[in-house]
C-alpha cells in the first residue's frame, strides 16, 4: 500500500506561483509512474501531468503546457508540480497518483492505483 501525503496548496493572486509536493511512503518509489490531476466544484477529476518512472518522460494536458513544470526526486520519494502564471481556472483540488506507468492509461485515473488526499489550490483574479 502506497500512502501519498500532498502539500504546497494555497490561495494566489493570477500571475503568481505554486509548488505542489506529494510525498510517498514508499521506498521503491521508482516502480511508480506519478501524475497529477485536478477537480473543480461540479466537474470531472481531469488529467494535468504526469512523470514515467525514471522521470525522462513527462506528459503535460494542454491548458498547462509551458506554464507547468513535473519533476521527481526518487530519492526523496516526492513528485513536484511547479505551477507558474496561474489561472483562476486553474482553480481545483489538485491530486497525485501512482501507478504502474502504462504509457497509454497515464492520463486517465484508471491508470493509477493509488491517490493523495488532495490540496486545495485557489487562484483569485
Known amino acids: 500500500q502506497v500512502q501519498l501525503v500532498e502539500s504546497g496548496g494555497g490561495l494566489v493572486q493570477a500571475g503568481g506561483s505554486l509548488r505542489l509536493s506529494c510525498a510517498a511512503s514508499e521506498r521503491t518509489f521508482n516502480n511508480y509512474a506519478m501524475g497529477w490531476f485536478r477537480q473543480a466544484p461540479g466537474k470531472e477529476r481531469e488529467f494535468v501531468a504526469a512523470i514515467s518512472r525514471s522521470g525522462v518522460a513527462t506528459y503535460y494536458t494542454d491548458s498547462v503546457k509551458g506554464r507547468f513544470t513535473i519533476s521527481r526526486d526518487n530519492a526523496k520519494s516526492t513528485v513536484y508540480l511547479q505551477m507558474n502564471s496561474l489561472k483562476p481556472e486553474d482553480t481545483a483540488v489538485y491530486y497525485c497518483?501512482?501507478?504502474?506507468?502504462?504509457?497509454?492509461?497515464?492520463?486517465?485515473?484508471?491508470?493509477?492505483?493509488?491517490w493523495g488526499q488532495g490540496t486545495q489550490v485557489t487562484v483569485s483574479s
Open positions: 497518483a501512482a501507478g504502474p506507468g502504462s504509457p497509454f492509461q497515464m492520463r486517465y485515473p484508471a491508470g493509477y492505483d493509488y
